[in-house]
């Protein structure tokens, strides 16, 4: 199989030094860390802006909102583009509103796709409803529909992702006003994978490194406890890349600087690892 490495270094949506070095992390994980069975191709990153650096513009319910559709823009011809020619992407961030521009891709590529966001977040909010009005936490709102705006009609058009669509997986820490969309919207979301739940669709994976418990992954910026042992998060990737059709995967929120004692680099490098082989595996059957 030919995975496409596309960097990510956006910090933008969490307005967080050092989430953009999780890309490089990754870049050093997969082509000099590990001995890898899979052909990976750098594609090299799309250029970002840094946070400090940026002026917001006059959006101050949704900062940087211009530069982060702009950027989910490139990542969506990006993404497309691998998809298009039977690579799998492996979209490498970075905060997690990258997302935006990953999914749009999957969306455009295929008539019924499905995404498992595997997170401790729901990042359903709104500039309404968000305390922190950062737009990693707000891009799945307009992935399903839940919010629209001129930005989200630039990024994905006019398609979305019906809510049966998205399993959310691991979330812990839901806002308000995520908790009304889901009551509302009827979205479910599951402490575990369900592995009773089949499907033929092709799916992508929104993975974020924050699913695991502090203690064994303590390098991301919004850290919450009682989350997933590594063996749990290797168990979620494992299952879902056995059992469904998986063509694409974004790993994001690794903060380097927030990390101790290398602990979040090993489990990186392990899911890393997993990933390849069990795409590696797929590809000779």
Not at 4 to 19: E, S, T
Not at 172 to 201: A, V
Request: net charge negative; with cysteine; proline share 4%.
């Amino acid at each position: 199989m030919i995975i496409d490495f596309i960097g990510m270094p956006i910090n933008l949506g969490a307005r967080k030094r050092g989430v953009e070095l999780g890309t490089q992390l990754l870049r050093k994980i997969c082509f000099e860390i590990l001995n890898l069975k899979n052909e990976w191709i750098d594609t090299g990153d799309i250029e970002c802006d840094d946070f400090e650096d940026a002026k917001e513009g006059d959006k101050s319910g949704l900062p940087f909102i211009s530069k982060i559709a702009d950027l989910n823009i490139k990542l969506r011809y990006r993404v497309a583009n691998s998809l298009k020619m039977g690579h799998f992407p492996f979209i490498a961030g970075g905060d997690h509103s990258l997302a935006w521009g990953s999914i749009s891709a999957v969306l455009n590529c295929f008539e019924s796709p499905e995404c498992f966001y595997v997170d401790a977040h729901g990042d359903m909010n709104t500039e309404f409803t968000s305390e922190s009005h950062n737009v990693h936490g707000m891009h799945m709102s307009y992935l399903l529909g839940i919010a629209e705006n001129d930005f989200s009609k630039k990024i994905q058009g006019h398609r979305c992702l019906p809510v049966e669509k998205v399993k959310f997986i691991g979330q812990r820490s839901l806002d308000p006003g995520e908790i009304d969309f889901i009551n509302k919207k009827s979205i479910s979301i599951f402490s575990h994978i369900d592995k009773e739940y089949t499907s033929d669709s092709p799916v992508h994976v929104s993975f974020d490194i924050d699913v695991l418990d502090p203690k064994v992954a303590p390098g991301t910026g919004v850290p919450e406890k009682n989350g997933y042992s590594i063996a749990e998060g290797l168990e979620t990737i494992e299952f879902i890349l056995r059992n469904y059709d998986v063509r694409s995967l974004d790993f994001v929120e690794i903060n380097p600087l927030l990390d101790i004692e290398g602990k979040t680099f090993e489990v990186a490098t392990k899911i890393v690892e997993l990933i390849d082989k069990l795409c590696y595996e797929k590809s000779r059957f």
